[in-house]
């Protein structure tokens, strides 16, 4: 699995994803705003989106219109609270509209990055999950699917 790493730069308001280390071979333009990168196979290696914070302000917007229509806007903000009260070695936490492939029901995504000792973040994790179902209805937590990175 490659590493997608993030670079946004400021004054331009570019954001640059970086898929790979391969040298940039051909680019195609997928949106006015949205450019590809690939290489000699054909595989992508760089996204670059132009005016990049109108971007995320609308993946943001999409996001949080997606968990008010299906009322589970509450769950969606308690997140990050709960997450942090159960790993004190939280990296981070990011959110994304998915869609399965085969049943193209959406949800939404949560994948948080966790650093420490295994034993410990397994034990955090447990008791996360226990937390998660008991205070979150079955209905609700149909909607998200929780991703856990362990940092090293």
């Not at 705003?33 to 992508?44: D, R």
């Not at 209905?139 to 990175?149: C, H, T, V």
Request: hydrophobic share 40%.
């Amino acid at each position: 699995m490659r590493k997608v790493k993030m670079k946004y730069f400021e004054p331009e308001d570019i954001l640059y994803l970086v898929i790979s280390d391969d040298s940039e071979n051909s680019s195609i333009e997928l949106s006015p705003n949205i450019t590809a990168e690939y290489n000699a196979k054909g595989e992508i290696i760089g996204i670059e989106i132009l005016n990049a914070s109108g971007f995320i302000r609308d993946s943001i917007a999409d996001l949080e219109t997606f968990c008010r229509e299906r009322g589970i806007a509450e769950w969606y903000s308690k997140i990050p609270g709960l997450l942090e009260s159960h790993f004190p070695n939280l990296e981070g936490i990011e959110f994304s509209l998915q869609e399965d492939d085969e049943s193209e029901d959406v949800f939404v995504e949560v994948l948080f990055s966790v650093s420490g000792e295994l034993e410990e973040i397994n034990d955090s994790y447990d008791i996360f999950l226990d937390t998660w179902v008991e205070e979150v209805p079955a209905e609700a937590r149909a909607y998200f699917q929780l991703l856990l990175d362990i940092v090293e």
